[in-house]
Nanobody, 123 residues
């Protein structure tokens, strides 16, 4: 099937930057959309940014102007560049991908999640 492997989280001071990466691996035929979500303690998971294949990007209002999502389609990888980080950005960040993949000779479609990477912003 499909596996998503994230990297790049960590601890940073307010005002700093981090870059998250998420690589998709497996019997992938195509990836329709990739996105980043986050979940802070005691809160619901929320969409941070999304990038459909060939479409326009979408950002949560809270990160507009500070975060940038990008994709390397040749490497099936999505990135999230996070600048001017704030303590309220502290959360576990999850990568999501809507993929078509091969299984037993058939083309299938599924929605996949990474394992999550912790981002902590200190004040």
């Amino acid at each position: 099937q499909v596996q998503l492997v994230e990297s790049g989280g960590g601890l940073v001071q307010a005002g700093g930057s981090l870059r998250l990466s998420c690589a998709a691996a497996g019997s992938i035929f195509s990836i329709h959309a990739m996105a980043w979500y986050r979940q802070a303690p005691g809160k619901q998971r929320e969409l941070v940014a999304s990038m459909p294949s060939g479409g326009s990007t979408k950002y949560a209002d809270s990160v507009k102007g500070r975060f940038t999502i990008s994709r390397d389609n040749a490497r099936n990888t999505v990135y999230l560049q996070m600048n001017s980080l704030k303590p309220e950005d502290t959360a576990v960040y999850y990568c999501n991908a809507d993929c078509q993949y091969w299984r037993a000779g058939s083309l299938r479609r599924g929605d996949y999640w990474g394992q999550g990477t912790q981002v902590t912003v200190s004040s």
